[in-house]
T-cell receptor, first 110, second 117 residues
């Protein structure tokens, strides 16, 4: 079983719509959680950290469910520029090593 | 925000060549840098953790004699792919953070696309 699992998609989303997807992690002791976005053939860029109480950054909302070991990302009012692969990233310990999911591809269409 | 620069961004070379990739933290001191590799449509895979002034820690299955890592200063880590072969062709990305034990997000370099002919 992979340590971090994501639905690869693609999620085809009409512009202006809402899309949400989850990521599950296997290590219950995982400490930190992040969403990164990666555009084609580019490096990952931090989208947002995920806090226990859930957090919002503009049109993006992240949730953490420790009991079920998953995090989620919701994108409201999707823009064409939101098209990308969204990587779920987990820090399993205090040393800060990152474990990456394979990414969920989102395609926003006009 | 924190900036990590990686160079070169693209390398094409013949089989058997050694290739050096540099990763620099431009506006902060990076006690820890990480080297990842990403094959098409796959997740980033950690290759090694590089701590300034000490030997790198390699992940299982990564040959330390083939992927030489040097982190001689707080702003520079290098990865040398020795005697590269076509199967080493991949996207190599470094990341850096300033605190050795922090759970803060890491900042990534632009990546180096390595193509071995």
């Amino acid at each position: 079983r992979k340590e971090v699992e994501q639905d690869p998609g693609p999620f085809n989303v009409p512009e202006g719509a809402t899309v949400a997807f989850n990521c599950t992690y296997s290590n219950s002791a995982s400490q930190s959680f992040f969403w990164y976005r990666q555009d084609c053939r580019k490096e990952p860029k931090l989208l947002m950290s995920v806090y226990s109480s859930g957090n919002e950054d503009g049109r993006f909302t992240a949730q953490l469910n420790r009991a079920s070991q998953y995090i989620s990302l919701l994108i409201r009012d999707s823009k064409l520029s939101d098209s990308a692969t969204y990587l779920c990233v987990v820090t399993p310990d205090s040393w800060g090593k990152l474990q990456f999911g394979a990414g969920t591809q989102v395609v926003v269409t006009p | 925000g924190a900036v990590v620069s990686q160079h070169p961004s693209w390398v094409i070379c013949k089989s058997g060549t050694s290739v050096k990739i540099e990763c620099r933290s431009l506006d902060f001191q990076a006690t820890t840098m990480f080297w990842y590799r990403q094959f098409p449509k796959q997740s980033l895979m950690l290759m090694a953790t590089s701590n300034e002034g000490s030997k790198a820690t390699y992940e299982q299955g990564v040959e330390k004699d083939k992927f030489l890592i040097n982190h001689a200063s707080l702003t520079l880590s290098t990865l040398t792919v020795t005697s590269a072969h076509p199967e080493d062709s991949s996207f190599y990305i470094c990341s850096a953070r300033s605190d050795r034990y922090s759970n803060q997000p890491q900042h990534f370099g632009d990546g180096t696309r390595l193509s071995i002919l």
